[in-house]
């Protein structure tokens, strides 16, 4: 990730603290991918029956990180409304795939690594949205 | 859209009104496409430096758009909070972008179509998330 | 869908046939909103573990077909290099997608709507890259 | 980023190169990031008239990037046709991106950071395909 050389590059001011939006926009990536993997992975288990509900939450969350990504790296014509409501859904979708990856962790690796990359970027937005609330 | 038929071949219970649910997946797809292309057509107008913001919060609300249209088509191991959250980060995005489209309506008709189809879309997410609020 | 006013709208020449194009993105539209639903309703199926594949490749057919419409509904900077290979990249994925889901179309109407969109997409997908090609 | 550690605790197979699909799954996520960042600080500069169509081959990259990195992300129900198009599709886009920011690239340092995270993308995008071709 070049987060960082992209932002000090940026021809304006930014409104968001330099070090939580590096953190933010480095999670989100991470969570994205992870998620898009671990419902793969979910997928390809034999007890894929089990893991439905894992797999969803996976890719709303996959799909949210994706989208909240995007709006944090964006920061001509910001607008704080916009960000900060993403930012919560982002919140809200992370915290809801840890919980269920977290229930499959002892049996699933993918699961294992799947809800620590969910709870860091859970972290990660709830540190910026209060930096910026 | 083959939205309603999907809906009416899904394996199990649908936690959302139909009818509501419908609307709002074809509002949502067709506000993102809409977006998508108001950004390009600003983009490509003589005066792009006074439509910066409409371009940022068009991306924005097309990106948003496409997630919240997403997360609407699960219904397998549906979470309310997640969807609840999704469709007011949506309701927001599309507020801000039509109120932007809105002021270079008057000069722009891909700004006043973008105005419409985002109206549209916030209107019908809000109804939505009314009903299951 | 407000592609046909958005493309009258557009400032400046478009670089594709207008009612290919405008067929094109309706399509493209359709076919992500039915993948992603149709991945949906294949893991809702008690018989998951049988539609592993169909699942997979309508998760893939969604995104890129996401991934295509937002290509062709940008004109300013049009490269034809990029929107071929995208585009070719796309009738892949339909045709891939069209093919699984007909194998379960006689038990699964889910899969007989999202093969139907499939190969819709791919024709229109088709019929744009020859005129371009 | 957790891909290496995913594509570990996958049940099953991977179908690619463990090292090389690594190393592009952690250029795409790169490169899209870089893209759309890089996109925002073109809008934001004075000149951003003359750098239109490095905001469209931007915003073409990321897309692209971001679906391709989805693609590779998934391996149960693997199809080498929708990934072979698709690498190519995005080696297309990230040549394309490249060449037009290294243009700005004495001007603009984020087009020159963009130009590498797409050379170092179109790179590992076009050694995996070689892998698999």
């Known amino acids: ?16 603290d330099h070090d939580l939006l590096t953190r933010a926009l480095e999670a989100l990536a991470a969570c994205a991918q992870t998620c ?10 034999d007890m894929v029956a089990d893991l439905r509900r894992c797999i969803t939450t996976d890719l709303n969350c996959a799909d949210i990180c994706t989208t909240t990504l995007a709006v944090l790296s964006r920061h001509t014509g910001y607008d704080a409304a916009v960000t900060r409501n993403q930012l919560q859904a982002c919140v809200a979708a992370c915290g809801v795939c840890a919980a269920e990856c977290e229930q499959h962790a002892g049996m699933h690796e993918h699961c294992r690594v799947c809800a620590e990359a969910c709870r860091a970027c859970e972290e990660a937005c709830r540190e910026l949205l209060a930096s910026i609330a």
Chains 1, 2, 3, 4 share one sequence.
């Open 36 to 45: 898009t993997a671990c419902a793969d992975a979910c997928l390809g288990e």
């Open 1 to 16: 990730m070049k987060a960082d050389a992209m932002l000090r590059s940026y021809p304006g001011d930014v409104d968001l």
